[in-house]
């Protein structure tokens, strides 16, 4: 098989959403000397894209979405550990959370996903996380952008105190803050003075592409 | 200019697209009624006992005069009945934390339960007592979830959409389990004198599902369900707070009396009050919408008044374009903010807005 051919197996894996042969194809491209950085890039990232762009132009729906993730996550466990030392996945990172009191996490991780297709490291913090934990991680991990969301509205309020603890840290300065979910308006965004606010992971990847 | 009417005649008549002396509104004021009720009470304490429930609603008429009562309660009733943990915060919406599907074995595993325990008991008896309470002075109706969204609620949003794919005919399995759920539920509602039962089918929504999947997954489910609910002679109705909802299937092929819908300006896919009128969705249903929920929250008096203005001009101007005469009721676009921090003073104002500006030349 030639680098071409796994790397188009390894998309297409993703694009019809089977783990199994992204993980097969995944192999493949290591056992045959393909960079994981190459593999993970043209081939995952590459099928992810298309996915999203059938996602956004309403061709798929999220069940689909979600198998193809699952594809990718195969793939990304075979590839990443391969990555030698030194050698980045990607220059700019975001790190992704449901804040405080919610537990609702399917946009989070749809947005994980889309985001890492859009050639992007994450840093999932998880959901339901505390407003300690996501100040500690931000400045632990130092990520480019802070993307927190909820799906309600009485914990749109630990969005709030996320952004002002970064702001009493010193630190909101050097880290981009995006703002979504359902009860999330332009007019909350801009209250807490966040960068940025979307309702959806394909609009907020795009602003990830202006800002990155 | 139409002679004053009652709110019951206001009702009717817009249901039947009949001349009115102006627009029906009801903000969906749910939750946060509770705090008008002895001085406020939790969620919890609302959500476990059906006089301080039913005595919210009876409160919240009094206050705001409103031209509708629809009973939602919270959309983790039915899961929490079937087993999975539900979070009780003091003043937040109660949610599911732990689900009770994980592993696609999990769905055959669903029983129906007792309704006459536990929060469905609860909601029943509560939709009584204010249906009973409120039944000559507005039009009444409970509230449920639809198979598919009690299920969401059940196994996870993530994990149903997965398996929608991986494990179809276990989920339909579990479909039919919550089908027979909802029908038990429907009997019950039939019992309390409401008026109506909306439901809510909140994954027909094309940001979800295509056309196939919620056919397929909830469309069947969901006819048996709007036939049983006529047949118990309940007015259908149907609250779909989603982004780009299935409007044909939802309005067309259902045919609710009363179809509650949102409205988000940043995505040009979805349909503002004077394209859905003029789009012919209000021909056969009373539609409801679709003022920002979270104005309620944030917004200011002024603001919200502005806001109510704009929507009811729009909505009797394309009501007029299409030759209508009252089927659109000016209400927000999803449940209002139940937070102790929303401005009751808000809800009042939508109502004294469509008061004064929702009066229709005929």
């Known amino acids: 098989m030639s680098k071409e051919e796994i790397l188009k197996k390894i998309s297409d894996a993703v694009v019809n959403g089977k783990p199994a042969v992204a993980k097969e194809g995944s192999e493949e491209a290591l056992k045959n000397g393909v960079r994981p950085i190459e593999a993970i890039n043209d081939g995952l990232v590459r099928g992810m894209a298309i996915v999203g762009d059938r996602f956004a132009q309403h061709q798929a729906y999220l069940p689909q979405v979600l198998i193809s993730s699952q594809a990718l996550y195969a793939g990304l466990d075979v590839l990443l550990p391969a990555i030698p030392k030194g050698e980045s996945v990607a220059k700019k990172t975001v790190a992704v959370a449901v804040v405080e009191g919610d537990v609702h996490d399917i946009g989070k991780n749809i947005l994980k996903t889309l985001i890492i297709a859009g ?94 | 200019m139409t002679k004053p009417l009652t709110h019951i005649e206001r009702g009717l008549a817009a249901l039947q697209n009949e001349p009115v002396d102006r627009l029906t509104t009801y903000p969906l004021a749910m939750g946060v009624n509770r705090r008008l009720v002895n001085g406020g009470v939790t969620y919890r304490e609302w959500a476990h006992d059906p006089k301080l429930y039913a005595q919210s609603f009876i409160e919240g008429q009094k206050k705001y005069d409103f031209d509708f009562a629809i009973g939602l309660m919270d959309l983790s009733v039915m899961a929490g009945d079937l087993g999975a943990h539900v979070r009780f915060d003091q003043e937040n ?62 196994a996870g949003a993530e994990r149903l959409f997965l398996d929608l794919a991986l494990n179809p005919s276990a989920v339909h399995g579990a479909l039919e389990t919550l089908t027979e759920y909802d029908s038990r539920l429907v009997e019950g509602f039939a019992e309390t004198g409401a008026a109506g039962l909306c439901w809510d089918y909140l994954w027909g929504n094309y940001s979800c599902l ?62 503002s009050a004077s394209k859905v009128i003029a789009d012919g969705y209000a021909d056969d249903a009373l539609i409801g919408g679709n003022i920002d929920p979270q104005l309620f929250l944030s917004g200011t008096e002024a603001q919200i008044r502005k806001a109510t203005s704009e929507v009811t001009q729009e909505v009797k101007t394309a009501l007029c374009k299409r030759g209508l005469k009252s089927r659109y009721c000016i209400a927000s676009g999803c449940e209002i903010p139940p937070d102790v921090a929303t401005r009751l003073e808000n809800i009042g104002a939508v109502v004294d807005v469509v008061k004064k500006e929702g009066s229709i030349q005929y």
Not at chain 1, 156 to 161: E, G, N, V, Y
Not at chain 2, 225 to 249: E, F, Q, S, W, Y
């Open chain 2, 210 to 271: 295509g056309d196939a999947e919620y056919h397929e997954f909830e469309a069947q489910y969901a006819h048996k369900l709007n036939k049983l609910t006529r047949d118990k002679g309940l007015a259908v109705c149907i609250h779909n707070c989603a982004d780009m909802p299935h409007l044909d299937t939802q309005i067309k092929e259902y045919k609710p009396a009363i179809y509650s819908m949102a409205y988000y300006p940043f995505n040009p896919d979805s349909p």
């Open chain 1, 119 to 212: 050639g992007y490291q994450v840093i999932d913090l998880g959901r339901d996380v505390p407003t300690e934990e996501v100040l500690a991680a931000t400045e632990s991990k130092k990520p480019d952008v802070l993307a927190l969301s909820t799906l309600m509205t009485p914990t749109m309020l630990s969005i709030r105190d996320a952004v002002d603890g970064l702001k009493e840290s010193g630190y909101r300065s050097k880290v981009l803050v995006a703002v979504g979910g359902a009860p999330v308006s332009q007019t909350f965004s801009d209250e807490i003075g966040a960068d940025h606010k979307d309702n959806d992971a394909i609009h907020h990847v795009a602003w990830l592409k202006e800002v990155l």
């Open chain 2, 93 to 154: 919406t109660p949610f599911v934390d732990k689900h009770i599907i994980h592993d696609p074995e999990d769905y055959e595993k669903l029983e129906v339960p007792d309704i006459t325990k536990g929060r469905s008991a609860v909601l029943l008896e509560g939709t009584k007592l204010f249906a009973q309470a409120l039944k000559n002075d507005v039009i009444t109706a409970g509230f449920v979830e639809g198979p598919l969204l009690a299920l969401s609620q059940s």
